[in-house]
């Protein structure tokens, strides 16, 4: 591209996210600008109706990508316009875009264009631009295999987990704790001529004692 100017003040550079890409991956299509002193670019995340001319990433479709969710804009700078009567959001220097999108087949043919606004408050001037670019060409590996543990093999694991917490027995109980527990509970039941349990009031206090 051109080198940048006062006619042609901000130089973009697209690239993708990672070198290595599978069918079925999310990856990002990543926009960077390079910006002259003076001049700012407005980003893409304010009212469109407010005035300036937002950025804005066109995406033509094809069936090797889709989509996931809108361009986002890498931290803008925010400032309110006396001019738009309202705030935009804009960056300096340096500006960066991302797209992500969901790789479906070996071919896919990424084509956008770009629309922006750069402006020059100290010469009180403003260029729009337009840029197109395509990633066509690229090597795309086969869908990652995702490898199951058999089935076996995952129940064994999910039992010995279930083994080791839910069903384990307390240390402190042996035979000797079980037999004392079990004369002292026999202490409490009482029961009248016709053989019916009035113990209610010992087994209360029973459980009392030995519920922790």
Same mark, same amino acid.
């Given at each position: 591209?051109?080198?940048?100017?006062?006619?042609?003040?901000?130089?973009?550079?697209?690239?993708?996210?990672?070198?290595?890409?599978?069918?079925?991956?999310?990856?990002?299509?990543?926009?960077?600008?390079?910006?002259?002193?003076?001049?700012?670019?407005?980003?893409?995340?304010?009212?469109?109706?407010?005035?300036?001319?937002?950025?804005?990433?066109?995406?033509?479709?094809?069936?090797?990508?889709?989509?996931?969710?809108?361009?986002?804009?890498?931290?803008?700078?925010? &400032?309110?316009?006396?001019?738009?009567?309202?705030?935009?959001?804009?960056?300096?220097?340096?500006?960066?875009?991302?797209?992500?999108?969901?790789?479906?087949?070996?071919?896919?043919?990424?084509?956008?264009?770009?629309?922006?606004?750069?402006?020059?408050?100290?010469?009180?001037?403003?260029?729009?631009?337009?840029?197109?670019?395509?990633?066509?060409?690229?090597?795309?590996?086969?869908?990652? &295999?995702?490898?199951?543990?058999?089935?076996?093999?995952?129940?064994?694991?999910?039992?010995?987990?279930?083994?080791?917490?839910?069903?384990?027995?307390?240390?402190?109980?042996?035979?000797?704790?079980?037999? &004392?527990?079990?004369?002292?509970?026999?202490?409490?039941?009482?029961?009248?001529?016709?053989?019916?349990?009035?113990?209610?009031?010992?087994?209360?206090?029973?459980?009392? &004692?030995?519920?922790?």
């Amino acid at each position: 591209m051109a080198q940048a100017d006062n006619d042609n003040p901000i130089k973009w550079s697209f690239a993708l996210s990672a070198k290595e890409i599978h069918i079925g991956d999310t990856i990002e299509v990543v926009a960077t600008a390079s910006i002259i002193p003076d001049w700012y670019l407005y980003s893409n995340d304010f009212d469109p109706n407010l005035g300036p001319t937002v950025t804005t990433f066109d995406f033509t479709a094809d069936k090797g990508y889709s989509l996931l969710g809108k361009t986002k804009a890498i931290k803008p700078k925010k &400032k309110y316009s006396d001019i738009w009567e309202g705030d935009v959001t804009y960056f300096i220097e340096h500006a960066e875009f991302r797209q992500k999108i969901v790789v479906l087949s070996d071919a896919p043919k990424i084509t956008f264009a770009v629309n922006f606004q750069t402006c020059n408050d100290v010469i009180g001037r403003c260029i729009p631009g337009d840029e197109e670019f395509t990633f066509s060409g690229l090597t795309i590996l086969p869908a990652r &295999k995702i490898t199951k543990a058999p089935a076996g093999q995952t129940q064994q694991s999910t039992t010995d987990t279930k083994t080791g917490s839910e069903n384990a027995v307390p240390k402190t109980t042996d035979k000797a704790s079980l037999e &004392k527990l079990e004369a002292e509970k026999a202490k409490t039941v009482q029961r009248d001529s016709k053989g019916n349990d009035v113990s209610v009031g010992y087994l209360k206090d029973f459980v009392k &004692k030995y519920k922790k």
